[in-house]
T-cell receptor, first 112, second 113 residues
């Protein structure tokens, strides 16, 4: 998985609780992305980062926040989880000057 | 709105047959068109990609055909094998938009032995 790890790999939580997912890379890539995967929708971009402390919204950013304090780590936070955020979350990394993106193994999140 | 539309949703092919998946896009500013392969419980893996200045790209049994005027591209899997059974996603991105990928909804391919 191109030097990308995600933690936790599985999580079950209750509605209204905060949740943080972590993406860690060892490739020193500039770009990092968070996507969610739901049946019938493919993968949809939540937020992304184009450098340390530089982040921007994707198409489904409501209810999510992100932070990137160092190159290798990109955190996705659900401030107050809802059942609609039950999904599989994937982190991806990419370099500037090249469109290729490489994906991590994913985190399966269930919000009860 | 979905910027990349993919069809069919699923297909079944016999071993040795050809699988064909089609995608259409709207934004002519896209400059990169990858295909990802995903097995159950795994992350998507980059399979093959093409840029709009090329009409075809082949890597082993996998070929992308690209039609810029029709804003369509397709994946052909030749001599399909049971190990090719997976979900395939087409996508598109552009350098000017931080390489953000817009994905199709996916096609589940089943290869019967």
């Amino acid at each position: 998985d191109a030097g990308i790890t995600q933690s936790p790999r599985h999580k079950v939580t209750e509605t209204g609780t905060p949740v943080t997912l972590r993406c860690h890379q060892t490739e020193n890539h500039r770009y990092m992305y968070w996507y969610r995967q739901d049946p019938g929708h493919g993968l949809r971009l939540i937020h992304y980062s184009y450098g340390v402390k530089d982040t921007d919204k994707g198409e489904v950013s409501d209810g999510y926040s992100v932070s990137r304090s160092k190159t290798e780590d990109f955190l996705l936070t659900l401030e107050s989880a809802t059942s609609s955020q039950t999904s599989v979350y994937f982190c991806a990394i990419g370099t500037s000057g090249d469109n290729e993106q490489f994906f991590g193994p994913g985190t399966r999140l269930t919000v009860l | 709105q979905q910027q990349v539309k993919q069809s069919p949703q699923s297909l079944i092919v016999q071993k040795g047959g050809i699988s064909i998946i089609n995608c259409a896009y709207e934004n002519t500013a896209f400059d990169y068109f990858p295909w990802y392969q995903q097995f159950p419980g795994k992350g998507p893996a980059l399979l093959i990609a093409i840029r709009p200045d090329v009409s075809e790209k082949k890597e082993g049994r996998f070929t992308i055909s690209f039609n810029k005027s029709a804003k369509q591209f397709s994946l052909h899997i030749m001599d399909s094998q049971p190990g090719d059974s997976a979900t395939y996603f087409c996508a598109a991105s552009m350098r000017s938009n931080d390489y953000k990928l817009s994905f199709g909804a996916g096609t589940t391919v089943t290869v019967r032995a």
